[in-house]
């Protein structure tokens, strides 16, 4: 005869967890791997200095009786909102330099941040609103390239170098035009993960970002030189992804040599655009004879404390660039930013705006950050800082007290 069992002589169970979703699971991990990932604390930098700098220049334009948003639109701003809202056939009131209408004067612009700021439009803002969260948002994606960078040039350190290049950039000076309805922000976001690609031997990340970047800014040229290469290099050592180098190799020149090819088209000359930006802007390259001689005159002169400061970064920016090389950055990354240089200066016309023209050679920063990583943590935030202050007041005053920085 069986016996009754009492409930409690059962052996005790521990209750079952109720069993969570697919899709509750990938949201928890994807949760905890933000939680470890440096990309949030980039981005947070990143927003933090860019936020202070455009405060100063809030405040600094408000004691000349100027607005923000007039600062954040200057000069080439008003180009671009205008092919945003009108396009290149049907934009009003075209002048070239001697103030003479020229109805090719807008093909000096390339197309693909007026037209990423159409887009943004078409959601409903306004296009001034556009164009400012198009430049914010490059910058984000920015900001997390850079994180990749640090890894690739100092592994050993984690991302301790990539989060201090991070502050370095966002707060160089000039660096407000990454704040601004400029193209600078959307340029550097393709150039950083087009030479992400280039370091990591992704060869179409490398690739489609170059052509991109080609559709920006005519400093594409440099980047895509280096992809190029670097793809060539790879197929012919026969390297792994071979196929997927040649291929990048052979997308990565078609954004600036198309929009060159349908200025030219269009204007009737192979030199289309370089004639539009002579005439336009008094623009072209003549070897640094210019650059050379502005600063020989401003170090030799009775010049501003702005404009001596002015050389001095530009001429920093060449040793670091030096340094780089002797600290065998790798060889992409020197290679690009020695050519930004390079094409900065041996250009004409726009002395004053040449640190806004450097700016996209971000590798002049890695010594630095590589520099700094290796002190103690308050050495490393306290020259940040430092620097941060200094490129933020640079950039107050080229927008508001200073004619042709910008």
């Known amino acids: 005869m069986l016996r009754e069992v009492d409930d409690l002589d059962q052996p005790a169970t521990p209750e079952k ?87 090719d004067a807008p093909m000096a612009f390339f197309p693909l941040y007026p037209k990423l700021v159409a887009a943004v439009m078409w959601l409903g803002p306004d296009v001034v609103t556009a164009a400012l969260t198009v430049s914010v948002l490059a910058g984000l994606v920015l900001a997390c390239g850079l994180i990749r960078i640090g890894r690739a040039v100092a ?59 080609g559709l920006s800014r005519s400093t594409a040229v440099v ?51 370089q004639d539009i930006e002579l005439r336009g802007w008094n623009t072209e390259f003549d070897f640094g004879a210019e650059t050379a001689a502005s600063v020989l005159a401003r170090l030799t002169g009775d010049e501003s404390v702005f404009s001596t400061l002015t050389v001095l970064l530009l001429l920093g920016a060449v040793v670091l660039v030096l340094v780089a090389a002797l600290i065998r950055v790798p060889w992409p990354l020197t290679l690009y930013g020695a050519g930004v240089l390079a094409l900065a200066i041996g250009t004409r016309g726009l002395p004053d705006a040449k640190i806004r023209f450097i700016l996209p050679a971000f590798p002049v920063l890695v010594p630095i950050a590589i520099g700094l990583s290796k002190r103690r943590t308050v050495t490393a935030v306290a020259a940040a800082v430092a620097w941060v202050v200094l490129g933020a007041w640079f950039s107050a005053h080229a927008l508001t007290a200073w004619r042709y920085a910008i």
């Open 17 to 103: 967890a109720p069993r969570q979703g697919r899709p509750a699971r990938v949201f928890e991990r994807v949760l905890d791997r933000l939680a470890w990932s440096p990309y949030p604390r980039a981005i947070l930098w990143y927003l933090v200095i860019r936020t202070a700098s455009v405060q100063l220049l809030d405040l600094l334009a408000a004691r000349r009786g100027a607005t923000l948003t007039d600062r954040l639109t200057a000069w080439d701003g008003q180009w671009y909102l205008r092919l945003a809202v009108h396009g290149y056939a049907d934009l009003p009131g075209t002048l070239d330099a001697a103030r003479q209408p020229y109805s």
């Open 223 to 273: 980047l895509v030189a280096v992809v190029v290469v670097a793809a060539l290099i790879a197929v012919f050592r026969r390297a792994e992804k071979r196929w997927w180098a040649l291929a990048g190799a052979v997308v990565a020149p078609l954004g600036v040599l198309g929009y060159l090819g349908f200025v030219a088209y269009r204007t009737g000359s192979w030199t289309g655009w």
């Open 155 to 213: 592994p050993e350190r984690g991302d301790r170098t990539g989060l201090l290049l991070v502050a370095l950039w966002a707060g160089a000076p000039m660096a407000i035009v990454f704040s601004m309805a400029y193209t600078e922000a959307v340029f550097c976001a393709f150039a950083v993960w087009s030479l992400v690609g280039v370091l990591e031997r992704r060869w179409m990340l490398a690739g489609l970002c170059a052509f991109a970047a």
